[in-house]
């Protein structure tokens, strides 16, 4: 169940991301609003991708206890079905935003990357891992956030986003979704580049609990010095 707190958020972000859904499954529509997020800006990064023998592989930047990583993707995403809440997906991709997974693949021992949302108007200049909406390497496009929402929210973009991790490993990785309220909170994160920094953001009010997602994403967490270089995170 979402605090009042979360509640307030909601009702302040839905007409931001309503225009963002679909009026059907087939035919999402990017956020009038997200338009400065798909430029890119200074302080974007973007992520880079190839394809090859019908596998997707690329990149995108993370932050990790201060630092930032570079994950690197070479599987496609995964959605699983049924869901923890008994409802349906409404989405194109059946990932779904606000329940997990009835059951939890690998016996639920995937370690968790923190999707860090900005819910504020003023986003000029942040970081944004991910920051064209529906369109980042081996992420759905959509995605249902309408049990956060509301109605018409079904089939959203995917909106932009930043990654947080607290370990560094490969393999499949947990989605935790975290709406941060406030340009301060947001340069905060962008600053300490840590879960750390969430904990506090979410103690003070201005980030969201964490929203369960049915979402698992495969990559690498690769160090950047060791991306220049072009060696495997940890060898």
């Known amino acids: 169940m979402f605090s009042p707190r979360m509640a307030l958020v909601t009702a302040l972000a839905l007409p931001l991301l309503a225009l963002g859904c679909?009026?059907?499954?087939?035919t999402p529509t990017a956020?009038?609003?997200?338009?400065?997020?798909?430029?890119?800006?200074?302080?974007?990064?973007?992520?880079g991708h190839n394809r090859g023998q019908g596998v997707e592989v690329g990149t995108t930047a993370g932050w990790f206890k201060g630092e930032v990583v570079t994950f690197l993707y070479?599987?496609?995403?995964?959605?699983?079905?049924?869901?923890?809440d008994g409802g349906m997906a409404g989405s194109d991709s059946d990932c779904v935003l606000g329940t997990a997974a009835a059951d939890l693949p690998r016996?639920?021992?995937d370690p968790v990357v923190y999707v860090t949302v900005?819910?504020?108007?003023?986003?000029?200049?942040?970081?944004?891992?991910?920051?064209?909406?529906g369109d980042c390497i081996n992420h759905p496009s959509t995605m249902d956030l309408?049990?956060?929402?509301?109605?018409?929210t079904e089939n959203a973009l995917l909106p932009p986003h930043s990654h947080v991790v607290d370990v560094a490993r490969g393999g499949w990785w947990e989605?935790?979704?975290?709406?941060?309220?406030?340009?301060?909170?947001w340069d905060a994160i962008?600053?300490?580049?840590?879960?750390?920094?969430?904990?506090?953001?979410?103690?003070?009010?201005?980030?969201t609990p964490d929203i369960d997602t049915n979402l698992f994403l495969f990559f690498n967490v690769m160090p950047e010095n060791n991306r220049r270089r072009g060696g495997p995170f940890g060898r």
Not at 22 to 26: C, F, N, Q, S
Not at 120 to 127: C, E, L, N, S, V
Not at 146 to 152: A, D, E, N, T, Y
């Open 22 to 26: 679909a009026d059907d499954r087939t």
């Open 31 to 47: 956020p009038d609003q997200l338009s400065a997020m798909q430029a890119q800006a200074p302080g974007h990064q973007a992520h």
């Open 74 to 84: 070479n599987q496609p995403f995964d959605c699983p079905l049924p869901l923890e």
């Open 107 to 109: 016996g639920g021992n």
């Open 118 to 133: 900005p819910l504020f108007p003023d986003t000029d200049g942040i970081t944004l891992h991910c920051p064209v909406a």
């Open 146 to 152: 309408s049990r956060v929402f509301g109605p018409g």
């Open 175 to 185: 989605i935790e979704v975290n709406g941060v309220t406030t340009r301060e909170a």
């Open 190 to 207: 962008e600053r300490e580049k840590s879960l750390a920094e969430i904990r506090v953001q979410q103690a003070l009010g201005t980030v």
